[in-house]
């Protein structure tokens, strides 16, 4: 079999970018441990915790969004298999899990109102399931369905990329019906945007990922069986 290219998946660099790009953004006001500098309303319920819980969610999810990058790059994975294993279990253990903990606690107190936290609880919930039974299948040497799960894992990593993107666009688009619409009510204004980038954020990028993996149960794409790897193919996670 001829040797892959790395430039045959042109669009990992651009992936790469968006992500480096929005790290640089969304990291800084949490590494100062600064409660001042955070972009997120305090909670009344949680009140100053609220923020310390949100550190390490963000802090943790910012490692599951980098690694995940090269864990979805075939290149990647194929030429430096033992990187992409190492690389998965800090994707998994020091990147999902933690920040996806974070965010059960941080998702359920959001002074967003109750569309957003039904749908932070509920990605919260689905990443770290998706992910864990991702790393199961793994250790069970079922590399063909380790990968769909994986990819699931990402399409939902990426969602807090494509949250930002869908608030920015429904905040522009909606806020000259502030004074009518929402009646000059920023409250509301802020829980309808915030709700519908949050449901938007997550449910498009999975849908999209369960469409793509669903070319391999097509006649034009077969599933891939799941056999004991190459030495190129060695688990991402043990």
Do not use: C
Not at 11 to 39: C, G
């Amino acid at each position: 079999m001829a040797q892959q290219r790395w430039w045959r998946r042109p669009w990992i660099f651009p992936l790469a970018a968006v992500v480096v790009v929005f790290l640089a953004f969304s990291l800084p006001p949490y590494l100062s441990l600064d409660p001042t500098q955070t972009r997120i309303p305090q909670s009344t319920a949680l009140g100053a915790a609220h923020y310390w819980i949100l550190v390490p969610h963000v802090v943790f999810g910012g490692i599951a969004l980098s690694t995940a990058v090269f864990q979805i790059w075939p290149w990647f994975r194929n030429r430096h298999p033992i990187a992409h294993r190492r690389m998965g279990r800090l994707y998994v253990f020091a990147g999902v899990i933690p920040a996806g903990l974070a965010a059960l606690t941080v998702g359920a107190f959001t002074p967003y109102g109750p569309a957003t936290k039904a749908s932070d609880v509920l990605l919260a919930i689905l990443w770290l399931t998706v992910t864990i039974q991702g790393w199961r299948l793994a250790r069970r040497r079922r590399f063909a369905d380790h990968r769909r799960w994986m990819i699931r894992s990402f399409a939902l990593t990426a969602s807090i990329i494509t949250n930002r993107i869908w608030g920015t666009l429904l905040a522009v688009s909606l806020y000259p019906q502030l004074d009518t619409t929402f009646h000059g009510d920023e409250t509301l204004f802020a829980w309808v945007v915030s709700g519908f980038a949050a449901w938007l954020g997550w449910t498009i990028p999975f849908l999209a990922a369960e469409f793509w993996l669903d070319r391999d149960r097509t006649p034009h794409h077969p599933r891939r069986p799941t056999v004991s790897p190459t030495p190129a193919e060695t688990p991402a996670i043990r």
